[in-house]
């Protein structure tokens, strides 16, 4: 079972109001509940928004909730949260609709004990709202970080930055925006999984250095664990072609002419070249695409097609490599 909780909150009762989590939540919960294939992934992420006077969100209904989603034995337990955040130095806090002063909000080190006691496998933490980066950290010991085994935290920004909105017009936060985008395929790797490490890389790499957010990532996993499975970038069957094509470690895969179905006019006269074989041909099109998500190369030749009309060879990628391996060893 994959369990989510997705808060938004625009509406607070004392505080300056947003205008995008609530936005933020419900393209969260989407990209969540189902894959790409259409199969369901979290199933029916609970969403609890606050968008106005007739649905605040409060402190008690807030710490429920979370107590709730970390109740059960889950493979995944998700938290998900856009709204205002709080420091001082006590910590930090989850500003809810009915808070006054931000530190009468949940507070982070609560939420971390709750999800810390937690039965769950996986426990995923997302935070966009200001200062998030604080959660996991003790109190009193900024540099120190406790984080209990099976917990992944990931947040818009350091203890000490905003969490930036978009620009005018397109309301939602900069972080979930870029979060979305890596669910739905930007953070894929090459079976479709997204991980939270391949999110926070996508999103990190996206703001760039001059964002004036950073986000941050803190784990204590063995392994990791995928959030949903987007559109693979290759067929899989393709990719486990990768052992047959290349058997051992520093193959390469010797090539010809009749592996190339496209030539010019004149090389189609040419009795000296083979003619296209449909066979090689097909094979031809897997290692082509191949070459495309940098899992082979050709040696000593521009492209593919030069080293097929030249009787050279292509070879692994480094990463093509690890993947050969992989298949190798049945793990894809």
Same mark, same amino acid.
């Given at each position: 079972?994959?369990?989510?909780?997705?808060?938004?909150?625009?509406?607070?009762?004392?505080?300056?109001?947003?205008?995008?989590?609530?936005?933020?939540?419900?393209?969260?919960?989407?990209?969540?509940?189902?894959?790409?294939?259409?199969?369901?992934?979290?199933?029916?992420?609970?969403?609890?928004?606050?968008?106005?006077?007739?649905?605040?969100?409060?402190?008690?209904?807030?710490?429920?909730?979370?107590?709730?989603?970390?109740?059960?034995?889950?493979?995944?337990?998700?938290?998900?949260?856009?709204?205002?955040?709080?420091?001082?130095?006590?910590?930090?806090?989850?500003?809810?609709?009915?808070?006054?002063?931000?530190?009468?909000?949940?507070?982070?080190?609560?939420?971390?004990?709750?999800?810390?006691?937690?039965?769950?496998?996986?426990?995923?933490?997302?935070?966009?709202?200001?200062?998030?980066?604080?959660?996991?950290?003790?109190?009193?010991?900024?540099?120190?970080?406790?984080?209990?085994?099976?917990? $992944?935290?990931?947040?818009?920004?350091?203890?000490?930055?905003?969490?930036?909105?978009?620009?005018?017009? $397109?309301?939602?936060?900069?972080?979930?925006?870029?979060?979305?985008?890596?669910?739905?395929?930007?953070?894929?790797?090459?079976?479709?999984?997204?991980?939270?490490?391949?999110?926070?890389?996508?999103?990190?790499?996206?703001?760039?250095?001059?964002?004036?957010?950073?986000?941050?990532?803190?784990?204590?996993?063995?392994?990791?664990?995928?959030?949903?499975?987007?559109?693979?970038?290759?067929?899989?069957?393709?990719?486990?072609?990768?052992?047959?094509?290349?058997?051992?470690?520093?193959?390469?895969?010797?090539?010809?002419?009749?592996?190339?179905?496209?030539?010019?006019?004149?090389?189609?006269?040419?009795?000296?070249?083979?003619?296209?074989?449909?066979?090689?041909?097909?094979?031809?099109?897997?290692?082509?695409?191949?070459?495309?998500?940098?899992?082979?190369?050709?040696?000593?030749?521009?492209?593919?097609?030069?080293?097929?009309?030249?009787?050279?060879?292509?070879?692994?990628?480094?990463?093509?490599?690890?993947?050969?391996?992989?298949?190798?060893?049945?793990?894809?």
């Amino acid at each position: 079972m994959r369990k989510a909780l997705i808060i938004g909150i625009d509406h607070y009762e004392h505080i300056k109001p947003l205008h995008g989590c609530v936005k933020d939540a419900y393209d969260v919960g989407e990209a969540l509940e189902r894959n790409a294939d259409g199969t369901v992934n979290f199933v029916t992420p609970r969403l609890v928004v606050g968008t106005g006077p007739g649905d605040v969100v409060e402190r008690q209904e807030l710490k429920e909730a979370v107590r709730e989603l970390f109740t059960d034995q889950s493979e995944i337990a998700l938290f998900y949260f856009a709204g205002h955040g709080y420091i001082e130095d006590t910590g930090g806090f989850l500003c809810a609709g009915d808070c006054r002063t931000g530190d009468d909000g949940l507070p982070l080190n609560e939420v971390m004990t709750i999800a810390s006691g937690s039965p769950a496998i996986n426990k995923v933490i997302i935070l966009d709202s200001c200062h998030s980066g604080i959660a996991g950290d003790r109190p009193t010991m900024r540099d120190s970080a406790e984080i209990v085994s099976g917990m $992944t935290i990931l947040t818009a920004s350091t203890a000490d930055q905003y969490a930036m909105e978009n620009e005018i017009g $397109t309301p939602g936060g900069v972080f979930t925006t870029l979060f979305v985008d890596a669910l739905m395929g930007a953070a894929a790797n090459l079976v479709g999984d997204v991980t939270p490490g391949s999110v926070y890389a996508h999103i990190d790499q996206s703001l760039g250095p001059w964002a004036g957010q950073r986000p941050v990532f803190k784990t204590n996993v063995k392994t990791f664990v995928s959030l949903r499975k987007a559109a693979a970038a290759i067929p899989l069957a393709n990719l486990q072609s990768l052992s047959t094509l290349f058997p051992s470690e520093g193959s390469d895969f010797k090539l010809d002419p009749s592996y190339e179905p496209e030539r010019s006019e004149e090389q189609r006269c040419d009795r000296i070249i083979p003619p296209p074989d449909p066979e090689k041909n097909a094979v031809f099109a897997v290692l082509q695409s191949l070459v495309k998500v940098n899992l082979v190369r050709p040696v000593g030749a521009p492209h593919m097609w030069h080293a097929a009309m030249q009787s050279k060879s292509c070879e692994l990628t480094v990463l093509g490599e690890h993947y050969r391996r992989l298949v190798a060893d049945e793990m894809i």
